[in-house]
């Protein structure tokens, strides 16, 4: 079933993609490409695909960009740099992004997403007896990232009608150490990545069990990463930020058409990703690239925002037009 679903969004999207080759493709016919770099939230792995592809593939010079694209010294920064304009655009959660605006004030709007679901889930191992979250109830959590992830999972086991006090442990870990403490019985869950966290555990000859955070009523359907500019960058580089937009568009239906010929054009550009994990992993991940850059629903800014105002993580709501803008979004995201 899901190879046909991707068959037919493929098919879609192919439709799509003529579509955008008519509309402004030649943007930088016979003028000097403009350079514009984006610096990732994290080292480059399958999350970010599209952007390598649409890279690779010539869609962002065909959009009369010359992108390059960064990795962080330190993922924590990449807001900071870009509200200083030490990049032009960056990736970042969308959690993340809601929580540095209304916390710190961050000189920053997304404009963008790219990955349209959350990746967040609690992973367990069916071994270990447990096939659904209330086998969670006695056992011990293992997370690394206050104060968001606590939050999520109690809200979790709440819907599920557990205490997330009484009924289970939450134990903080470093990040490194989470899928060692699972498979070791330290832990009997852990906070996790869905596209990542369950195909170690298969490599480890154990079947994982996800609970995504979404289903139970732990999270929403937000945005798990999206674009984000300083304000300046609106009025002093608009169409820069239309055409990077397109070109991410380009990517991202090249993918979801061409999967294989895709997949194979990703690793061939990042050679040392090629080994059993990421090549899984980012089989996982393209479903969750459908409708990327669209992030124009407010509903999930909305949604995003009262949780975490909820839960005491900001101190305050604020106009969903400071969080994001719509305006640089490709035509087919209305």
């Not at 929403?220 to 300083?230: H, N, P, S, T």
């Amino acid at each position: 079933m899901r190879s046909l679903r991707l068959v037919r969004v493929g098919l879609i999207g192919l439709a799509l993609l003529a579509g955008l080759w008519l509309m402004g493709g030649d943007q930088g016919a016979g003028l000097a490409p403009e350079k514009v770099n984006v610096m990732l939230e994290f080292f480059a792995n399958p999350n970010h695909a599209p952007l390598y592809i649409a890279q690779a593939k010539g869609f962002f010079a065909q959009e009369g960009l010359e992108v390059e694209i960064r990795e962080p010294g330190d993922p924590s920064q990449v807001p900071f740099l870009v509200a200083a304009g030490a990049v032009d655009l960056g990736l970042t959660a969308m959690f993340n992004h809601v929580i540095l605006k209304a916390t710190k004030g961050l000189d920053a709007i997304a404009v963008g997403a790219l990955l349209m679901k959350p990746l967040g889930a609690l992973v367990a191992i069916r071994e270990r007896g447990i096939e659904k979250i209330t086998d969670l109830k006695g056992k011990k959590i293992g997370f690394s990232v206050e104060p968001v992830e606590p939050a999520l999972y109690s809200a979790m086991l709440r819907a599920a009608g557990l205490d997330p006090v009484r009924d289970v442990t939450l134990v903080k870990l470093d990040f490194l150490s989470l899928l060692p403490a699972l498979l070791a019985g330290r832990v009997d869950a852990i906070g996790a990545f869905r596209n990542f966290e369950p195909v170690r555990v298969e490599l480890a000859g154990k079947t994982p069990v996800v609970f995504n955070v979404e289903d139970y009523g732990g999270g929403f359907e937000a945005y798990q990463l999206v674009f984000i500019v300083r304000r300046e960058l609106l009025t002093e580089k608009p169409g820069v930020i239309s055409r990077f937009l397109r070109g991410v568009t380009k990517g991202v239906l090249f993918a979801l058409a061409h999967p294989e010929a895709a997949k194979e054009l990703f690793f061939q550009t990042l050679p040392k990703l090629r080994d059993e994990l990421n090549l899984r992993a980012y089989d996982r991940t393209v479903p969750i690239f459908v409708g990327a850059p669209c992030h124009n629903d407010p509903k999930r800014w909305e949604n995003a925002q009262n949780f975490l105002f909820d839960q005491k993580i900001i101190p305050k709501r604020l106009p969903l037009e400071e969080l994001f803008t719509p305006r640089f979004l490709p035509e087919g995201c209305f």
